[in-house]
């Protein structure tokens, strides 16, 4: 994805102001929550995901979840659990987790910005297109395991397939 405007950096603006700069660039529907809460919606392969985002200027650092809207029925949840454990040590950005009050599964990424004035485009812009691409790859592996009667190991191999072209 490239950005609209050339200027990837902005001096002393919030992340959130950032991300809410990045969410109008990209034509994202989105949502300013507070100074230091943002969230939004993207358009997946599979389906659409909603981003939340949290700045905590005590502690210099920027949460973003991407929350993938798939409840996880509780028979299933250690099978999920065993699936997301595996995969993480697969990905080099952020992790997964299940989400304990929602029951769905979320991407999770933390930005340190200690002593720095704020994110650059190009950091969003990683962070979300990583989120992106992981929730994509983790999306069908899920169905797998929820709907296709797969053990986590069967699904991940799937998970990490990488395809070129298309049928």
């Not at 004035?117 to 169905?143: F, K």
Request: aromatic residues 12%; contains cysteine.
């Amino acid at each position: 994805m490239q950005p609209k405007t050339q200027e990837n950096y902005f001096p002393y603006s919030s992340p959130i102001s950032l991300l809410e700069e990045y969410f109008i660039q990209f034509e994202w529907s989105y949502d300013r929550i507070s100074e230091n809460e943002i969230s939004a919606e993207a358009e997946g392969r599979w389906c659409n995901y909603r981003f939340f985002s949290i700045w905590r200027p005590d502690i210099e650092c920027l949460m973003i979840n991407s929350i993938i809207d798939i409840k996880i029925p509780h028979d299933k949840r250690d099978s999920v659990g065993i699936l997301l454990s595996t995969l993480n040590p697969k990905i080099w950005l952020g992790h997964f987790e299940i989400m304990p009050d929602d029951e769905v599964p979320c991407y999770r990424y933390t930005l340190v910005l200690r002593g720095n004035p704020s994110a650059t485009l190009e950091q969003i812009e990683e962070i979300l297109t990583s989120a992106l691409v992981e929730c994509d790859r983790l999306y069908p592996a899920l169905q797998f395991v929820l709907w296709g009667g797969k053990n986590p190991e069967e699904a991940l191999m799937a998970a990490m397939l990488d395809t070129y072209g298309e049928a």
